[in-house]
């Protein structure tokens, strides 16, 4: 049963799709921004110093995400390496999906209104938004 073949059956993994936690997201974004497959030693060089993270954390994390369904591994040598089983766009329409609808009733409206309300978009943001909108409308 190679990694790989099971990352093609794995497109319904988004339905049992939950929120991760914010250790196991930092290692997910450094899985998404390398070219797999991964390796435990790529995630601490990029993380281990700046998180204060030992290896043992690393591959404990690793396991995790293989145990979510959000990566697979396989043995090479001495070595594991990880290849992601859930895209990174997946993951974030999930995320915000939720936070829409856990913090704005479902409403895109809202959501939006709290940005402006608080002076945070420029011309430029609802320009692109209307252009957003209007594109979305056909």
Do not use: H
């Amino acid at each position: 049963d190679n990694c790989l073949e099971r990352k093609d059956g794995m497109r319904d993994n988004k339905k049992a799709m939950k929120r991760l936690p914010d250790a196991e997201f930092a290692v997910m974004k450094v899985v998404w921004a390398c070219e797999p497959p991964i390796t435990a030693s790529m995630i601490m060089e990029q993380l281990g110093e700046k998180k204060n993270w030992k290896m043992q954390t690393i591959v404990s994390l690793l396991l995790r995400l293989v145990e979510r369904g959000f990566l697979c591994t396989e043995k090479n040598g001495r070595e594991r390496t990880y290849f992601p089983l859930i895209p990174k766009e997946d993951y974030l329409k999930f995320e915000t999906g939720n936070f829409i609808r856990q913090y704005y009733d479902n409403s895109f409206f809202s959501l939006v209104n709290t940005l402006y309300d608080d002076k945070n978009l420029t011309e430029k943001d609802i320009d692109e938004l209307i252009r957003w909108a209007k594109e979305r409308r056909g």
